[in-house]
């Protein structure tokens, strides 16, 4: 399998998503931000579809609008009463402008249904390489902040008490997040990128205990994911991210009933 | 006694509606006072603005030197899937990458609360009075040497509010710890408190627990 040049290439890049993803995921988690990953990802696709229409790379696009869209619903999900709703409409807004844009740019169906669904297999050297340095630059972000980060995601009120600036780590974490799903979209997709960004934190929040440790559990369940995906993929030749979401989903399940089967005892 | 905390002419409005207006009182140091009042007063208010999380409109208060202030809010977010240890939850208010003082230091707190035999219960699924002892270990990492609990008590059984009235009592005993006591339960705050200030209508009084009942019912 891997004297395959693109097999190599998606398991590296892959692999760096998934640490990011798992990293950032266990923060989605615990913020309550699940809903918001899931409109950025539609906002992606819209990006996507937007880059295509112009001429430039789909990751770019997406970047451009997700970082907009983060900040613009982040803020209006911190003030807003509704919500739920807003962000919806929002969602709706973006996803409509997405088919907008792949339409008048005269892009064949096979183009929209990579930014939808993922096209690891096809990532070059240099997608790679891009896809890599956005994941350090991420996990760094995250990193530099994370005591109040830490603080503010998990005790929101106790962190406000101590005077923890969490306004500056909702809008760094937010930021972080925007691009976590561009790049995690390169590989599931952008209607699937939330996968990788809520199923292993959510699995993690039932073994671990400490901050460490979740993120621990949620970057080996991102992984497991994604190698084991590419690998079925390899061999079945079926889509990677039908893999990466089962294999999640499953994992996720299992985990779950044992949890309510151990509290019921 | 020296005082720890003086405040002059302290007023708060919101919009047109005044909370409360020129409050003044002060804080006695090692001493443990009673913020009561009725619901809606603004009891809350007058901590957030002690703790600068608000402006007053006009008025001042001013700490003595080197007080630090720990400070308990009255509500969290905590359900009862929430995953965190006890001892990971208190350790929220330290550094991520922890040294041998500051793991030291939180072990020595979860001893003071009485929590480090139950250290790693998930906070979700502690009871209400350990969680609230959990919210003061949190806030005694930072050493206070002046501590206001908002309504700690206010959601426990009667056996938890004891335990925790024990546990403030003892902090200012054997700690010297200033204790501003938020509660409308006039019984726990004659049990375990010395002073009180009686927020209502606007206007604040001082006086010692002891005379509280003659003085307002």
């Not at chain 1, 919500?83 to 844009?101: N, P, W, Y």
């Not at chain 1, 089962?246 to 089967?261: A, K, P, R, S």
């Not at chain 2, 929220?92 to 979860?110: C, D, G, S």
């Not at chain 2, 979700?124 to 919210?135: D, L, T």
């Amino acid at each position: 399998m891997f004297a395959f040049d693109f097999m190599r290439n998606a398991f590296l890049a892959s692999t760096f998503i998934a640490i990011t993803c798992g990293t950032v995921g266990v923060y989605v988690v615990a913020r309550n931000f699940s809903f918001l990953a899931h409109t950025l990802s539609e906002i992606g696709f819209a990006g996507a579809a937007f880059a295509v229409w112009l001429g430039i790379g789909p990751l770019w696009g997406m970047l451009l609008f997700t970082l907009l869209g983060s900040i613009s619903v982040g803020e209006l999900s911190l003030h807003s009463d509704q919500k739920e709703s807003s962000i919806s409409a929002i969602s709706a807004l973006f996803t409509g402008l997405g088919v907008l844009f792949l339409a008048i740019s005269g892009a064949n169906s096979n183009y929209a249904t990579n930014i939808l669904f993922g096209s690891i297999v096809g990532v070059d050297k240099q997608g790679v390489i891009q896809l890599v340095v956005l994941s350090v630059i991420v996990l760094l972000m995250i990193f530099s902040i994370q005591r109040s980060l830490n603080f503010d995601s998990f005790d929101h009120i106790g962190a406000v008490a101590h005077g923890v600036k969490t306004g500056l780590v909702s809008v760094i974490f937010l930021i972080a997040l925007a691009m976590s799903v561009s790049i995690g979209a390169q590989i599931v997709g952008s209607l699937l990128v939330f996968i990788l960004l809520t199923l292993p934190p959510a699995t993690a929040n039932y073994i671990g205990k400490t901050i460490g440790s979740m993120i621990a559990w949620s970057v080996f369940f991102a992984l497991i994911g994604v190698w084991l995906g590419l690998y079925l993929g390899f061999i079945t030749n079926l889509p990677v991210t039908f893999f990466i979401a089962v294999i999640e989903v499953v994992i996720y399940l299992v985990t779950y009933f044992t949890h309510l089967i151990k509290r019921s005892l | 006694m020296s005082d720890i905390l003086e405040v002059k002419n302290l007023s708060m409005r919101f919009d047109k509606k005044t909370v409360f207006s020129d409050l003044n009182f002060n804080l006695k140091k090692g001493s443990t006072t009673a913020l009561l009042g009725p619901n809606g007063t603004g009891k809350t208010t007058l901590i957030s603005i002690l703790m600068k999380m608000l402006a007053p409109t006009t008025g001042s208060f001013k700490f003595a030197d080197g007080v630090r202030l720990g400070y308990v809010p009255q509500f969290r977010n905590i359900d009862a899937e929430y995953p965190l240890s006890i001892e990971a939850f208190v350790g929220l208010n330290a550094p991520t990458f922890k040294k041998r003082e500051v793991k030291e230091a939180i072990k020595n707190q979860l001893q003071e609360t009485n929590l480090y035999e139950i250290r790693h219960t998930r906070m979700g699924e502690a009871s209400g009075g350990q969680k609230q002892r959990a919210y003061l270990a949190q806030a005694l990492l930072d050493h206070p040497n002046v501590i206001i609990l908002d309504e700690a008590t206010a959601s426990l059984d009667p056996m938890a509010k004891d335990e925790l009235m024990k546990l403030i009592r003892h902090l200012n005993e054997k700690h010297n710890i200033t204790v501003l006591f938020v509660t409308h339960d006039v019984a726990l705050a004659q049990k375990y408190m010395q002073n009180y200030l009686y927020l209502i209508n606007g206007h604040i009084e001082q006086g010692e627990m002891a005379q509280f009942k003659e003085a307002y019912e």
